[in-house]
């Protein structure tokens, strides 16, 4: 843990804190919210910040508060999605290429190559056409579109550590690839496997709050920070910036401490990125 | 002529001032050829740097260093580029370093000439092929024209060397010039360096690792070990009769030394 | 760089921009539902209405045929009509692609030149304007494209009243003073980032033998750093610039939306919306077409600008 905060430095920790109290909002807003996110009164149009509403309210008279609570959690949910997913089949497939080698891994290759191709958001918006909107569709196609940058990062790493004597010894006495594979490779490609995630969620929750503001991912009247800021525009150019500027706000918080965090961790060529 | 005196220097790394050079004096008198030997680490090379002024930012250095009275820690801006352009010139240890690897060698060698000695483009572009013959390269178009990279360390050398006589200075530092060479160019290398050096009359101070190899083109020779020098004399002296148990240890670890070196280039060439 | 290495590149991209298409043209075949239910819209038809729909459509010929008449009607320029509007596909995209280039144009002129400049900055500079601009990059690149146009739109539009809250304009003076806060809001965290990476390697070069030898050698300190920290600092940042330009394209969706601009990428969000497959399909092969293309020139580029990348590194 000390070791972890060292890592981090003061800015690193307080970014890490107030990731947690995200994580924390969303895992509670049942708990803590004091208004239903997705029903308001028409009396309760525009409210400023007060002690019944914290953050004032919507142009449908909704706690504002509250929906950020709420939103917190579709919001963490889908870069959850695509990181668990993008990080088991992304790692599986890379140990798959390297195991096997040959043949395999230039066809794994070759349809990688082909999925680079694609822009992100293109393969969402794809697959969000085929299957119509949303979060989970959006999230899934992100997953997809993000595993050629995780599966090239582990590719190269697990093809050092196979040629290590440790990998190489248990293979000439005779124990199956896969459990090799599992025992040895796994857990020393692990921390690389975090810290692209670290980076890979941030990246996520950007893109998929754009599919939300597209109409393309979350869909109203559920509470989403993404939609949250599409929702709001029409208020803001009124005059009541709060709902989107706070949307907006805890968007950039969290990505921005994720990407700090990461960054520290080992940076974003963890993640597969060139950038 | 070169005067350094109580030359010493601490780098601050992570808050901690590790001195890198002790008290260092000596002279290098004009046409002399001075060595400065011992293991990396030393701070031989980092006593070469401070006479040009291009110790790391986060050094502190105090002493005197001298040249022909003018005291080089005083210059500043362009008095400094001037010493640094007419003066004295340095021959580093990886050539493949020192040009910049996207600008054709010509470039390094105009660069020398014309923006930092005045000599006219034109004038410095014939010049340029003149020091390429005078220092052993044969198809001197071609080695002009090339990148840094599709040249061998030895030629590159080579025109690292044409570089720095160019302006015919009056004191060469010489930092391991051949050490990150292949075995086999090592000593055409130095023996180019040396007859340019004696032609030109130019004194050198000679920076390197290997006792023996000092023995043979330096007058005399200064044995540094941890940022001091521990033991000074003429060649025949330090072979013979060495005083401080560090200069045997050098005499003895030549075999050693020379594996080590050929290990050097075997990393130099895999970069 | 070898021709033969061209050759090989374009001919991949070729296969890839082949491939795609068949792709996309499966999913779409493969879709749940059926095109005819999409074009009648929820209004109850006879059945004679629906087959004659069907073979206007000619969604009763086989999957490859309907494919290859597609595919070689695309290679043709014709990309069929849109099935909301009847418009034909390829004047939807003839009237949008000018909004959609200019406002790609206006963001990646704004990455390199703003992007490098402020890096430049901070990598010579120690201090208070090094921090601002790490500080700034961090935050800047966590600032999602949409936000960042809401923001710019209600300081310079609503509050100042400086620039043009929605449209895309006419003409190319219009068009630019349309286009600049939406461009500004594409280019952000793009921007940030290449200003952070140029930082970071004018750090790098000021340290280099190379850099640190010319000044040794008496070269003047003005061209020590244009032509020895500057020039080899950049080749790091043009493949992270051109990785970000090419990223434009996907981001330009978001953007045009946010300011109802009538681009490319509004057309691909409605289509989608609509389920309008011929839209989809044009606009996404186009993309993927664009894409490879300016992954390719970054490619050239960096090749042509790194001896070592053009002539082969083998000494």
């Known amino acids: 843990m000390k070791a972890l905060a060292k890592r981090l430095g003061p800015i690193g920790v307080g970014a890490a804190f107030i990731f947690a109290i995200v994580v924390v909002g969303a895992l509670l807003a049942p708990l803590i919210a004091p208004y239903d996110p997705t029903i308001g009164s028409v009396t309760q149009r525009f409210q400023g910040p007060s002690l019944d509403h914290l953050f004032g309210t919507d142009q449908a008279g909704r706690d504002i508060f509250s929906r950020i609570l709420w939103g917190a959690r579709s919001s963490l949910v889908g870069p959850l999605i695509v990181v668990a997913v993008t990080g088991v089949l992304g790692t599986g497939i890379a140990l798959t290429s390297v195991w096997w080698g040959g043949a395999v891994d230039s066809a794994i290759s070759r349809v990688l190559d082909l999925l680079f191709a694609f822009p992100n958001l293109l393969l969402a918006m794809l697959a969000i056409a085929v299957f119509g909107p949303s979060l989970t569709t959006a999230a899934l196609a992100l997953s997809i579109s993000y595993i050629p940058y995780t599966a090239r990062v582990i590719r190269s790493m697990a093809l050092r550590e196979r040629n290590l004597a440790y990998v190489r010894s248990p293979q000439l006495q005779g124990i199956s690839g896969a459990v090799i594979t599992a025992r040895h490779l796994v857990p020393n490609v692990a921390p690389l496997i975090i810290t692209g995630a670290t980076i890979n969620f941030g990246f996520a929750m950007i893109e998929i709050a754009a599919l939300s503001f597209l109409g393309l991912a979350v869909q109203p009247p559920l509470a989403d920070w993404g939609l949250m800021v599409s929702n709001g525009q029409q208020s803001l150019l009124k005059g009541y910036p709060a709902e989107s500027m706070l949307a907006g706000l805890f968007i950039v918080l969290t990505v921005a401490s994720l990407g700090y965090i990461g960054e520290r961790l080992g940076g974003r060529a963890a993640a597969g990125r060139r950038s | ?271 | 760089m070898p021709l033969i290495f061209v050759v090989r590149r374009l001919a991949a991209l070729i296969g890839v921009l082949i491939v795609s298409s068949f792709l996309v043209f499966a999913a779409m075949y493969a879709a749940p539902g059926s095109p005819e239910n999409f074009l009648v819209q929820g209004r109850t038809v006879t059945p004679e209405v629906l087959a004659a729909i069907r073979k206007q459509y000619s969604l009763d010929d086989p999957f490859f045929v309907r494919f290859w008449n597609w595919f070689t009607n695309v290679l043709q320029g014709n990309f069929g009509q849109s099935l909301s509007n009847r418009q034909d596909v390829g004047d939807l995209l003839a009237n949008r692609l000018p909004t959609t280039l200019t406002l790609v144009l206006l963001a990646a002129i704004l990455i390199v030149v703003l992007g490098i400049a402020l890096g430049v900055i901070g990598g010579l500079r120690d201090g208070v304007a090094d921090k601002i601009i790490i500080l700034g990059s961090n935050v800047g690149f966590a600032v999602p494209t949409f936000f960042a146009a809401l923001i710019l739109m209600s300081i310079f539009s609503v509050g100042l009243g400086w620039f043009p809250v929605f449209g895309s304009g006419v003409g190319v003076v219009d068009r630019i003073w349309h286009l600049t806060l939406p461009a500004l809001a594409l280019a952000l965290p793009s921007l940030a980032v290449v200003a952070r990476i140029t930082r970071t390697a004018i750090r790098e070069e000021r340290h280099s033998e190379h850099a640190v030898m010319a000044s040794a050698r008496g070269v003047p300190a003005r061209l020590v750093l244009g032509r020895h920290i500057i020039r080899n600092s950049m080749l790091p940042v043009s493949t992270v610039v051109g990785v970000h330009i090419a990223g434009l394209i996907a981001g330009a969706f978001v953007v045009e939306y946010a300011f109802t601009l009538d681009g490319i990428g509004t057309l691909l969000v409605n289509a989608v919306q609509k389920k309008d497959f011929a839209v989809v399909q044009a606009i996404a092969i186009i993309l993927v077409a664009a894409f490879g293309i300016i992954n390719l020139l970054v490619d050239l580029l960096y090749a042509s600008i790194d001896p070592r990348v053009r002539l082969g590194a083998a000494r």
């Open chain 2, 1 to 271: 002529m070169l005067d350094v005196q109580n030359l010493s220097m601490t780098i601050m790394i992570e808050d901690a001032a590790v001195p890198i050079l002790r008290d260092v004096s000596l002279q290098v008198a004009a046409g002399e050829s001075i060595g400065l030997v011992g293991e990396s680490g030393s701070g031989k090379s980092m006593t070469l740097r401070s006479i040009l002024r291009i110790e790391p930012e986060n050094a502190t250095v105090s002493g005197r260093i001298t040249l022909d009275g003018l005291d080089v820690h005083s210059l500043r801006g362009e008095a400094l580029r001037r010493m640094r352009a007419t003066d004295v010139a340095m021959i580093a240890q990886n050539p493949h370093a020192v040009l910049n690897p996207v600008l054709p060698v010509e470039r390094y060698l105009i660069e020398g000439m014309h923006d930092a000695q005045g000599v006219p483009r034109r004038q410095a572009r014939l010049r340029a092929g003149e020091l390429l013959e005078q220092v052993g390269i044969e198809r001197i178009d071609l080695v002009l024209g090339s990148y840094p990279h599709q040249l061998s360390g030895g030629m590159l050398q080579r025109v690292v060397i044409a570089g720095a006589i160019a302006g015919e200075p009056k004191l060469l530092l010489a930092d391991e010039p051949t050490t990150a060479l292949d075995v086999t160019t090592q000593a055409e290398v130095m023996a180019i360096l040396d007859e340019c050096r004696r032609e030109l009359g130019m004194a050198m101070l000679f920076v390197t690792h290997d006792l023996d190899l000092a023995a043979s083109v330096c007058d005399r020779i200064n044995v540094m070990k941890d940022g001091e020098i521990v033991e000074r004399g003429v060649p025949e002296q330090l072979r013979d009769h060495p005083e401080h148990p560090y200069t045997r240890v050098l005499m003895e670890s030549r075999p050693a030394t020379v594996m080590w070196a050929s290990n050097r280039e075997a990393e130099v060439a895999h970069d």
